[in-house]
């Protein structure tokens, strides 16, 4: 199976959040892990909150940080650029689901670029997300498929 990834669940993946069993066993049955490159701005920033939140300290921000820089170096792992059309659509998502879902910026640059792998399941822990990417017509990998519920 081949997941495009969130950076929600790549959080949880990373550090010890409810669900993190769940999603960490989905990556790792994955055959192929497609990332936004959008993914290492959001990821460097949900690390920075936590040591600012003091969840994290600092030492562990850089060995979790150093763990998913050589992760994305991996063989089946697939780093998604961003295009200029995928601006376009992203504005366009949001034209569309901004009021009624709540679609703000980021979210919508990551369903822009996880539209190039149509046949990939979307990984999320951001269940309001996972509808719009249903709606766009992606495969969304909800927390009950992850535990076989």
């Known amino acids: 199976m081949d997941i495009f990834i969130d950076t929600s669940s790549l959080v949880k993946y990373y550090y010890p959040e409810t669900d993190s069993n769940d999603v960490e066993r989905v990556i790792l049955a994955a055959k192929r892990l497609y990332l936004c490159?959008?993914?290492?701005?959001?990821f460097a920033s949900a690390l920075m909150k936590k040591v600012r939140m003091n969840e994290l300290q600092e030492q562990e921000q850089q060995l979790i940080w150093e763990a998913f820089l050589s992760d994305t170096?991996?063989?089946?792992?697939?780093?998604?650029?961003?295009?200029?059309?995928?601006?376009?659509?992203?504005?366009?998502?949001?034209?569309?689901y901004g009021k009624t879902r709540n679609l703000r910026t980021l979210d919508s640059l990551q369903l822009a670029a996880a539209l190039k792998v149509p046949d990939a399941d979307f990984l999320?822990?951001?269940?309001?997300?996972?509808?719009?990417?249903?709606?766009?017509?992606?495969?969304?990998?909800l927390t009950?498929?992850?535990?076989?519920?």
Do not use: H, T, Y
Request: no cysteine; net charge negative.
């Open 73 to 96: 170096q991996a063989e089946n792992v697939e780093l998604l650029d961003l295009a200029q059309d995928d601006f376009r659509i992203a504005s366009d998502l949001i034209l569309r």
């Open 37 to 42: 490159e959008l993914s290492l701005v959001e």
């Open 124 to 141: 999320s822990s951001d269940k309001e997300l996972l509808v719009v990417a249903e709606e766009v017509g992606l495969k969304p990998k």
């Open 144 to 149: 009950q498929d992850i535990s076989g519920g």
